[in-house]
């Protein structure tokens, strides 16, 4: 007997919602303790500003925070299930997704958490897509959230002048493709043999199973900024490409891109023939924010109406792994709510 499989049905960004916490560090307070100047920072990383969770806070108050304010974009009162893209869960074991699902009262739904560091957010965005299109879930809510200040050494000014706490969540429903909002398309990749470039040493099955202890700054992340530089203009250029051939766009109206440095951005934008104008960014106002940047850089961008209905986007993303993967829609017309504590602009 044979039978025909419906179309798979598509995914569909139904609401979305950000959050940072409280504590903002500006590059002038770094300055104080470490080598380095505002200067420095903004001329070489675009960055002004970034925040920080307080003592105690963790990863999952800010995915919670995120969570919620996607479900209110979507008016929607719950989700059939949650993926979590996170690199700084709360403990190494059990994952975060479950404890979110439980503070958001979802009900014993499916929730877990995907790890593809900077690339988590477009990760989890696919990994949902697939619930959906399988009929596993009708509603699949996404979050991107990472807590890097937990894991850098206080006297690495490279990283700590890069990075920023944060979170971001869409949720996403079942949809047809021609819908505005539905993930038409994704690109994914890895290349593991560059797994160096990006990574914390030590705390892993690598390091344990020697039975020795590991020197504390080997539980703190590393970054070769150069060659990461390098590959993250390339990959996130090519993957980019490949799905505006693949859509027929020609050229999209936006890009919303991994947010880790503005001259990373503008790279990306000129290998693509887009202006400044197509390429969104936020990284000035919250800096790196690993899983959370790109709803972040997608909630400013809606809120301050430099990403409007109706326009094409691709999102794309790249990171430790290494990682890259991009996806495309053209944006629905949702409410969303501004981040909180951001000062007024200057
Ligand atoms: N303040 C002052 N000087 C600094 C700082 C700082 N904060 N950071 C580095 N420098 C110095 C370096 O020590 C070096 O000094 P030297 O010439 O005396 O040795 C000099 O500046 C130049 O260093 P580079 O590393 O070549 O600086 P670069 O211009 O490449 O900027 C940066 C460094 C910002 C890290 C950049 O390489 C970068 O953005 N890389 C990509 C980051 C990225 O894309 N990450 C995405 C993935 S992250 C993830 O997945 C978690």
């Known amino acids: 007997m044979t039978a025909t499989l419906p179309a798979p049905r598509a995914a569909v960004v139904a609401g979305l919602g950000g959050w940072i916490p409280h504590r903002a560090v500006d590059n002038d307070e ?12 903004r001329t070489r990383t675009g960055i ?4 920080t ?27 059939d299930a949650l993926v979590l893209a996170t690199s700084t869960p709360d403990q190494p074991c059990p994952a975060t997704a479950p404890q979110v699902a439980a503070r958001l009262g979802l009900g014993p739904v499916p929730a877990f958490d995907v790890n593809a560091v900077c690339t988590g957010f477009v990760y989890a965005l696919a990994t949902a897509a697939g619930l959906i ?3 596993t879930a009708e509603r699949v809510l996404v979050i ?22 944060g979170a971001g969540a869409v949720l996403l429903r079942a949809g047809d493709r021609s819908e505005p909002g539905a993930l038409l398309d ?23 199973s020697t039975g020795l202890a590991a020197p504390a700054r080997d539980h703190c992340f590393t970054m070769q900024g150069r060659p990461v530089f390098m590959h993250a203009v390339l990959r996130m250029s090519a993957s980019t490409q490949k799905l505006i051939d693949r859509q027929e766009w020609g050229t999209p109206d936006k890009l919303v891109a991994h947010q880790a440095n503005i001259r990373i951005l503008n790279a990306v934008g000129d290998q693509l023939g887009l202006g400044e104008e197509q390429v969104v960014a936020n990284l000035d106002r919250v800096g790196n924010t690993v899983a959370g940047s790109i709803p972040l850089a997608l909630a400013d961008a809606v809120t301050d109406g430099r990403l409007a209905p109706g326009e094409r986007v691709v999102l794309t993303g790249f990171g430790g792994g290494l990682t890259w993967g ?13 981040l909180p504590h951001q000062p007024p602009a200057a």
């Open 133 to 135: 299109a399988t009929g």
């Open 144 to 165: 991107g959230a990472d807590t890097f200040s937990t894991i850098l050494a206080p006297d690495d000014r490279t990283t700590r002048a890069i990075f920023g706490d």
């Open 186 to 208: 994704f690109d994914l990749g890895s290349e593991g043999e560059q797994a160096e470039l990006i990574q914390v040493p030590a705390g892993g099955s690598r390091q344990r």
């Open 53 to 79: 969770i307080a003592p105690g806070e963790a990863t999952s108050d800010l995915a919670v925070e995120a969570g919620r304010r996607a479900l209110k974009s979507a008016g929607a009162a719950d989700a």
């Open 30 to 41: 770094l300055a104080r303790t470490l080598d380095t100047s505002d200067t420095w920072i």
């Open 326 to 338: 991009s996806a495309a829609l053209v944006w629905p017309d949702l409410p969303v709510e501004a």
């Open 48 to 51: 002004r500003r970034r925040y």
